[in-house]
């Protein structure tokens, strides 16, 4: 059925009527109401295919979309996991630095005990004083 072709009436009869009226009346209102019947299940049909062929475009497109959406998930966690297992990286360095800066006490001590660099020390001490009271003599005359 298509658009354009109008809808057969549809076709009512009460008790009276069947006892009134002739066979050959009540046959061709029986086709009328068969044909009304044929019209509206086609249209139903037409109707039905047409909001199925629908759905499966619509869930069609849902799927991909959701693939897609999958794909993008999995490509932000996989950049994630990256960045953080990079900035662990950059923590652990940042550690280590940090404790490569700053010398233990063992190493302090050892310094100090070292006999050489006490030595040296010592002589430092003695050029800086030097250098200070040379430097103080000509601005206190």
Not at 45 to 58: I, K
Not at 91 to 108: D, F, M
Not at 115 to 130: E, G, S
């Amino acid at each position: 059925m298509t658009n354009e072709e109008p809808l057969p009436k549809k076709v009512r009869l009460s008790e009276a009527d069947f006892k009134v009226m002739a066979r050959d009346e009540l046959i061709l209102r029986w086709k009328q109401y068969e044909a009304y019947v044929q019209a509206l299940e086609g249209k139903y049909t037409d109707l039905n295919s047409n909001d199925v062929t629908g759905l499966r475009e619509s869930e069609e497109k849902q799927k991909q979309q959701q693939q897609e959406s999958a794909r993008r998930e999995n490509i932000l966690e996989m950049r994630l996991a990256t960045k953080e297992q990079e900035m662990q990286e950059c923590t652990t360095q940042i550690q280590y630095l940090k404790q490569v800066q700053q010398p233990s006490v063992a190493q302090l001590r050892s310094t100090m005990v070292d006999p050489a660099i006490n030595l040296l020390f010592l002589k430092m001490k003695v050029n800086w004083n030097r250098l200070q009271t040379n430097w103080n003599k000509p601005r206190m005359n």
